[in-house]
């Protein structure tokens, strides 16, 4: 319930019609936890634009609630992108989650925004502060950075172009968190770091995604996730388990928030928001 948590909900644009009336009802569902707001991944999985746009309008018509599309400098110019906020503007549209975006393999330069801090800079030049900004933050660092230390400086950087706010890269390991909130802190940067938080649903997706994305698997975990790959009641048993647990402690240490990234699926989210005595 509001006012006991902060929560908001990730979503990917559906692949078909069926599909996205399937999502709306996931929307309804997880609309009774009153979330802050949902938002819309932008181009992972080949998604377009308009499909972001058309999920983001989708959502907000079943819900009522806020809606925060995501935009990517993969695949963007400075023209396209200005006529996409004004679109957004056009909608009514006041929070945005800004992402460099993964490269495709094979593709050398990203475009003409080549990290996210690019792209904020330019919605604040041409936007001023009609947009909230949200930018990603990686408590285990991002897979391409040089040191953990230099990618604290470039998220620190992104706040300096004006962000308002970070959602973090799931992870299993609380104390990972901590550490980067504490590390940033001591930098003088004070934005809230909302911690991402994967729900746990089966084996192999989970193993390949966070070796792709740099985010560790702690071993007890990952060993039990293997003994119960083809027993599925277990394996989601016990990841309902651990990821309600990894909740319970982010929210005893106050955290800002906790955004689920639902896959669109609403029982695993709502199952451990049920946990943690979230659901009003
Ligand atoms: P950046 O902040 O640009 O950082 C990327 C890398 O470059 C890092 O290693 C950083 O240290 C380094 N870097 C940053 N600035 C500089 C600089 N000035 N000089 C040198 N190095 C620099 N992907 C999608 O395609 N669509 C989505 O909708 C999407 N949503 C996401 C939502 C969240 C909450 C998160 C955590 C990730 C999401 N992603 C999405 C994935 C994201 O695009 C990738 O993690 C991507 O590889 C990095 O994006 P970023 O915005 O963190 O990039």
Known sequence: MAGKQNLSFEFFPPRNDEALDELTRTAKDLGQLNPEFFSVTYGAGGSSQNKTLETVLKTREATDLKVAP?????????????ALLDEY?????????CLRGDIPSGLMHPGEFLHASDLVSFIREHSGDHFTIDVASYPEPHPESNSPDEDIKHFINKAKAG?????????????????FVDNVRSQGLDIPIVPGIMPITNYKGLIR????????????IQLRLEAYQ???KS??????DVVTSLCQQLIDNEVPGLHFYTMNKTEPTLNICNNLDLVG
């Not at 056009?90 to 945005?96: P, Q, S, V």
Request: aromatic share 14%; hydrophobic share 35%.
């Open 70 to 82: 995501h935009l990517t400098c993969v695949g963007s110019n400075k023209e396209n992108m200005q």
């Open 89 to 97: 503007q056009l909608h009514g549209i006041n929070h945005l989650v």
């Open 163 to 179: 962000a308002n706010s970070s959602i973090t890269q799931y992870f299993y390991n609380v104390d990972a968190y901590l550490y």
């Open 209 to 220: 995604f966070s070796a792709s994305c740099g985010a560790e698997i702690p071993r007890w």
């Open 230 to 232: 083809h027993d599925i």
């Open 235 to 240: 394996l989601k048993s016990f990841g309902e």
